[in-house]
């Protein structure tokens, strides 16, 4: 079956220090990878994505890298803001068309950041 | 161009009491979504509608009923409330190609229930 796993939180970091949020992945078939976040009291936004073996997604200087030898798309970031607080979730689609699921999100259990100034 | 909103924001229910949950969205998409979030268990798909006039089972149904009224809207329905049910309501839609390709979820400001 599909799945993702991805580090847990909260992660407490200094302003300006360097980010990365674990994330792998099992999934049958070509999936398709996703980095969401929910900042407080809000819906998910796309933070980027990735839809194909060493594609990198990037966004608001976040950077992740789609390894399939590792099963892995980390999330990074050279220098975190106290804005970034938020709740990231890794997320995979896997394209194939399983009994009707196709664009059904497999979600992380989420990684609350919290960023001091 | 509003894009997901969800009614009502915040609900109290007593254990027993049914409610809808409304979902809209103004993107022309034809895939829907319902999802819960609780603490530490991420997000959980509920039900979803691959397009207008269907509707399927996601990770976690029992307990809810759906409809997707039209393109627009897709509810969704608690008939018997239960503590259980106390968590925060996420509508989602997207535009799902027939060839397997979908766009980018976009997510509603969800709504926060507890029932007592």
């Known amino acids: 079956g599909n799945s993702v796993t991805q580090m847990e939180g909260p992660v407490t970091l200094s302003e300006e220090a360097f980010l990365t949020i674990n994330c792998t992945y099992t999934a049958t078939g070509y999936p398709s990878l996703f980095w969401y976040v929910q900042y407080p009291g809000e819906g998910l936004q796309l933070l980027l994505k990735a839809t194909k073996a060493d594609d990198k997604g990037s966004n608001k200087g976040f950077e992740a890298t789609y390894r399939k030898e590792t099963t892995s798309f980390h999330l990074e970031k050279g220098s975190v803001q106290v804005s970034d607080s938020a709740v990231y979730f890794c997320?995979?689609?896997?394209?194939?068309?399983?009994?009707?699921?196709?664009?059904?999100?497999?979600f992380g259990k989420g990684t609350k950041l919290s960023v001091k100034p | 161009n509003a894009g997901v909103t969800q009614t009502p924001k915040f609900q109290v229910l007593k254990t027993g009491q049914s409610m809808t949950l409304q979902c809209a969205q103004d993107?022309?998409?034809?895939?829907m979504y319902w999802y819960r979030q609780d603490p530490g268990m991420g997000l959980r798909l509920i039900y979803y509608s691959a397009s207008e006039g269907t509707t399927d089972k996601g990770e976690v149904p029992n307990g809810y009923n759906v409809s997707r009224l039209n393109k627009r809207e897709f509810s969704l329905r608690l008939e018997s409330a239960a503590p259980s049910q106390t968590s925060v309501y996420f509508c989602?839609?997207?535009?799902?190609?027939?060839?397997?390709?979908?766009?980018?979820?976009?997510f509603g400001p969800g709504t926060r229930l507890t029932v007592l």
């Open positions: 993107m022309n998409h034809n895939s």
């Open positions: 997320a995979l689609r896997n394209r194939q068309n399983y009994g009707g699921s196709q664009g059904n999100l497999i």
């Open positions: 989602a839609s997207t535009f799902a190609s027939g060839g397997g390709r979908t766009d980018t979820q976009y």
